[in-house]
């Protein structure tokens, strides 16, 4: 039988050293009580205590319901200000219509085994950002770089705001940038995880880029087309370096075919990498990229589009297309799938490649602690969208098609004749730039020739 006592923790504490007969049960209130087991007697050496449980009894429903007995855990483990604090808890979900035993074991589950930040940030990049980007595995590999190597195994919900600045703080300006898209996609990924319903410290949404010492990519619209002076004198001798390396230079296959599709078409990088040989239909002659390999498919499906990027195939590159679609015909356009850090690193070396910028400028630069970015003639792969934007618009073509053929969200209006007729300017826009640039090389001749070898080494 249940002695109803009021116990305080001196009773519970001379409840341990009692010496009992029979087991004894001393209730606190509400469903609360204690349950007193004499512990087994010792001859020759001192009893031990005896075993105090708390339980709380309660019904699911009315009293004509059996009543349950939920095991809270151990005194002296568990105080009595801790046992009615649960007691209290179990009353709350009672209220909710929740059972008490069920909500405990969910909660000893998560404090047992509660998400971790690698396991966290895994969920972000395989749930979320997997579906929506195409550079997840980048962003996995910015976090394993600055993130798991201190707080990979720890509970995400225990991370404060000063541990993520300390494992993402550098004191130098090395790798500013890629500190700050760190910064931008762990905060990206905890959002996501506490729309999820997972717990976590939310102070880690201040952290700007000065707390890290991160620094903002700098906006870069170089071009290899010179306008020198006010009246309209255009410079193309930059140009047609970029041309004759690209239709004449030395390089693997690989390259000089994704440099020759990137210089035509004006498409991104990652546009032409992930491309396979069924995009692009060569009786239509239409390359057709898909919304899960470009960067503005949620704009475009928003101005009522389904987020693919149609352009023409000019007549200039078919023979470098159709090589390559012979010879992949169920693959990859380019052959093979080159992941984007390598890409990206050829082509960040492509003023070194052409002969703009010279070893020794590298050099200087790289003693003088200045990222070669720095340099007024530096190019990489992304500098030749801002080359095809420049030259057309300075050839006086059709702005519009120019911002087509570039991938760009246009408004609603423009969104949707980009759906209906907008081939045919660009199909003419091509004309004009292909034309332009075999005027740029040596003989037009040279140039087809030079786009078929291309294409026979896919």
Same mark, same amino acid.
């Given at each position: ?20 007969s029979k087991?004894?049960?001393?209730? &606190?209130?509400?469903g609360l009580s204690?349950?007193?087991t004499p ?6 050496? =001192? +009893?031990?205590?005896?075993? @105090?449980?708390?339980?709380?009894? !309660?019904? &699911? ?16 483990e568990?105080?009595l200000s801790q046992?009615?604090?649960i007691?209290?808890k179990?009353?709350?979900?009672l209220a ?7 909500e ?7 404090t047992l085994?509660?998400?971790? &930040? ?5 969920l972000?990049l ?8 195409v ?8 976090f394993?770089?600055?993130?798991f190597p201190t707080?990979a *195994? ?9 541990m993520?600045i ?5 004191? *130098?300006?090395?790798?500013? =940038? ?10 990206q990924?905890?959002r996501? @995880?506490?729309?999820?319903g997972?717990?976590?410290?939310t *102070?880690?949404f ?13 906006k870069?619209?170089?071009a ?5 002076d006010?009246?309209? #004198?255009?410079?193309?001798d930059?140009? %047609? ?9 030395k390089? =693997?296959?690989?390259y000089?075919?994704?440099l ?10 990652q ?12 009786k %239509? +002659? ?6 899960e390999h470009?960067k503005?498919?949620?704009?475009a499906?928003?101005?009522g ?18 090589? @390559? ?7 990859y356009?380019l052959g093979?799938?080159?992941q984007?850090?390598? &890409?990206s690193?050829w082509?960040?070396?492509l003023?070194?490649r ?5 070893d020794?400028?590298?050099?200087? $630069? ?8 720095? $340099? ?8 030749l +969208? ?8 300075e050839?006086?073509?059709?702005? !519009?098609a120019?911002e ?6 246009l408004p %609603?209006?423009?969104?949707?004749? #980009?759906n209906?007729?907008?081939?045919k300017?660009?199909?003419?826009l ?5 034309s332009?640039?075999?005027k ?8 087809s020739? =030079? ?5 026979s080494?896919g």
């Amino acid at each position: 039988m249940t002695k109803k006592t009021l116990l305080t923790d001196t009773k519970l504490k001379k409840l341990l050293r009692a010496d009992l007969s029979k087991q004894e049960s001393h209730s &606190v209130g509400m469903g609360l009580s204690v349950r007193v087991t004499p512990s087994q007697r010792q001859s020759g050496s =001192v +009893r031990p205590d005896n075993n @105090l449980l708390w339980l709380y009894r !309660y019904r &699911v429903g009315d009293r004509a319901t059996s009543p349950k007995a939920l095991t809270l855990g151990k005194y002296p483990e568990i105080s009595l200000s801790q046992a009615t604090a649960i007691r209290d808890k179990c009353r709350k979900w009672l209220a909710a219509g929740k059972d008490p035993k069920n909500e405990l074991a969910i909660q000893k589950q998560d404090t047992l085994k509660p998400l971790t &930040v690698k396991q966290g940030l895994e969920l972000w990049l395989s749930d979320f950002n997997a579906r929506k980007r195409v550079n997840a595995e980048k962003h996995f590999a910015q976090f394993r770089k600055y993130i798991f190597p201190t707080l990979a *195994d720890l509970p995400l919900e225990q991370i404060t705001k000063p541990m993520w600045i300390r494992c993402l703080h550098r004191s *130098d300006d090395k790798w500013s =940038v890629a500190r700050g898209y760190t910064l931008n996609n762990l905060k990206q990924a905890l959002r996501f @995880l506490k729309k999820q319903g997972h717990k976590l410290d939310t *102070d880690v949404f201040e952290i700007d880029f000065d707390d890290i010492g991160a620094a903002k990519q700098k906006k870069s619209s170089r071009a290899a087309v010179e306008v020198p002076d006010g009246e309209g #004198n255009i410079e193309w001798d930059e140009l %047609r370096d970029l041309v004759e390396f690209s239709f004449n230079g030395k390089m =693997v296959p690989y390259y000089q075919n994704l440099l020759q599709i990137l210089l035509v078409t004006g498409a991104r990088t990652q546009e032409v990498r992930l491309s396979r040989s069924s995009e692009w239909d060569l009786k %239509r +002659r239409v390359w057709t990229c898909p919304a899960e390999h470009n960067k503005v498919k949620d704009k475009a499906r928003q101005a009522g589009g389904i987020g693919d990027i149609v352009r023409p195939i000019p007549e200039f590159i078919c023979p470098l297309i159709e090589s @390559l679609v012979t010879n992949n015909p169920d693959g990859y356009l380019l052959g093979e799938l080159k992941q984007a850090p390598a &890409v990206s690193a050829w082509g960040g070396k492509l003023s070194q490649r052409i002969g703009w910028i010279s070893d020794d400028e590298v050099k200087q $630069h790289k003693q003088a602690g200045k990222p070669l970015k720095d $340099h007024p003639k530096f190019f990489r792969f992304h500098h030749l +969208r801002h080359t095809f934007s420049t030259a057309l618009n300075e050839l006086q073509t059709d702005n !519009y098609a120019i911002e087509m053929m570039l991938g760009h969200a246009l408004p %609603r209006i423009e969104g949707n004749y #980009n759906n209906s007729s907008a081939m045919k300017r660009k199909a003419n826009l091509l004309r004009v730039w292909c034309s332009h640039i075999e005027k740029l090389l040596e003989r037009g001749e040279l140039a087809s020739n =030079v786009v078929s070898f291309g294409g026979s080494h896919g």
